[in-house]
């Protein structure tokens, strides 16, 4: 069956770093690949998407590639604030949406 | 977007009542809506897969008798948890999909049972 892996955390990050939160998958289809963040006491919030190899989602400044040949959708961003602190989930879409575990982000001042 | 709304977003009850969590597609019809269960710490599971007009579909493992769900239009499906026990206590996740969005989800139901 599909599934994904995805870092734990917590990463903690000093404002203005650089994050990577890595993210592989293993599927028997096409899926589409998703990054979804959820804040503290909130559900979901689709953050960046790509649906098909080689494409690269953005949004807020965050960024993840399709990357078929190494079946990763890594997540980035090249200058984390405070408020980007929540939790991060990697998700797989073929017939059902299959979810990493969530990798927990907290950015200090 | 699509926009997906999940009530309530908090419920404390006693053991042994049930409880009714409801999600509503605001702008869009969804045949399918899809609950998910996450603990403390963990990934979400899904639970069901609610489609209108017919029989949920649960996940090996998800008591049916003890998560019933319903889905009598194309905008809402409700949850009810049975005769909860403390161990049901879980934040609790609607979703829909429309082909140009993706998956929306709501915004979580935090439930504590005492």
């Known amino acids: 069956g599909n599934s994904v892996t995805q870092m734990e955390g917590p990463v903690t990050l000093s404002e203005e770093a650089f994050l990577t939160i890595n993210c592989t998958y293993t599927a028997t289809g096409y899926p589409s690949l998703f990054w979804y963040v959820q804040y503290p006491g909130e559900g979901l919030q689709l953050l960046l998407k790509?649906?098909?190899?080689?494409d690269k989602g953005s949004n807020k400044g965050f960024e993840a590639t399709y990357r078929k040949e190494t079946t990763s959708f890594h997540l980035e961003k090249g200058s984390v604030q405070v408020s980007d602190s929540a939790v991060y989930f990697c998700a797989l879409v073929d017939q059902k949406v299959t979810f990493g575990i969530g990798t927990k982000l907290q950015v200090i001042p | 977007g699509a926009v997906v709304s999940q009530h309530p977003s908090r419920v404390i009850c006693k053991s042994g009542t049930s409880v009714k969590i409801e999600c509503r597609s605001l702008d869009f019809q969804a045949t399918t809506m899809f609950w998910y269960r996450q603990f403390p710490k963990q990934s979400l599971m899904l639970m069901a897969t609610?489609?209108?007009?017919?029989?949920?579909?649960?996940e090996q493992g998800v008591e049916k008798d003890k998560f019933l769900i319903n889905h009598a239009s194309l905008t809402l499906s409700t949850l009810t948890v049975t005769s909860a026990h403390p161990e049901d206590s879980s934040f609790y996740i609607c979703s829909a999909s429309r082909r140009e969005d993706g998956y929306t989800f709501g915004s979580g139901t935090r439930l504590t049972v005492v």
């Open positions: 609610s489609n209108e007009g017919s029989k949920a579909t649960y």
């Open positions: 790509a649906t098909k190899a080689d």
